[in-house]
């Protein structure tokens, strides 16, 4: 087993050639543990975003930071999305308007196309409106939003707004995740359910579409 801590120092530190290795290394070994790299991963990324809030990081830190963690889930990405099999159906997933972040995203996506899900994935700083239109064009009634900045939360409200006025609310369930999200969110943004566990999120999803 590799030494967790060590991942998340290297993680916060940047330090790209430790990384890759430790978690090469927890591939070979036949992968277990790869939920705990992930939140070693994910922790790391505390550190940096911490860094960066205090003037040591600046935003190159956090362009490579985004670059290694890509790099990083590509790597254990095979031993975090265990199959659950059977497909239950399709739906949308999308980073909303004004968040450009979409690492956490695309393990959502990956994780919920392991888990038998269809994904259209609109993309990141996607509008309301485009939310909305897709979902009618492709007749999808389980919506996932994801936002890591604070005023994603307002983006995913806007959104669940514009299903009201699209007279579509009552049609589709909507799961909100993502950094900044709570229970108290949940119900101000006034979607169905929230999550920070990507895995949690594919248990919702797969019970709403079965
Ligand atoms: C990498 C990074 C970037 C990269 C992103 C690259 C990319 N392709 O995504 C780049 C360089 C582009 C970037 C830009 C910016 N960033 Co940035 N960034 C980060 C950093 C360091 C890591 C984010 C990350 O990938 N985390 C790892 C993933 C795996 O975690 P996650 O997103 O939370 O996802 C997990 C869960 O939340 C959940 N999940 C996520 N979505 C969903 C959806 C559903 C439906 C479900 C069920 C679950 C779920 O599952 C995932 C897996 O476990 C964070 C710091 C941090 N603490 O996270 C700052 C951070 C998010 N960024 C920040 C800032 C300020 C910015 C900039 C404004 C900087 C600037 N001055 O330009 C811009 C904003 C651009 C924009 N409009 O979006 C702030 C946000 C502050 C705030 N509260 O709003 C943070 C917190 C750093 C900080 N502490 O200051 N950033």
Redesign the pocket.
Known sequence: MIDFERLKTAMGELDNDTVVALLEKLMAEGGEGADQA?AAC?EG??T???L??SGEYF?AD??F??EL??QAMDIIKPAIVASAGGNVGKML?CTVQ????????N??KAMLEAGGVEVVDLGIDVAPEAIVKAAKEQGVKVI???G????AIDSMKATVEAFKKAGLRDDVKI??????VTGEYCSYVGADAW????A??VEICRSWLN
């Open positions: 992930l994910q990324m505390n940096v975003g911490d960066f809030e935003v956090l362009i930071a985004g963690m890509t997933l004004g968040d450009m972040h979409d690492i956490g995203k393990i959502v996932g939003l994801s890591v900045l604070t005023l799961l909100i995740g993502g950094a900044p999550s920070l566990n990507a949690k999120g």
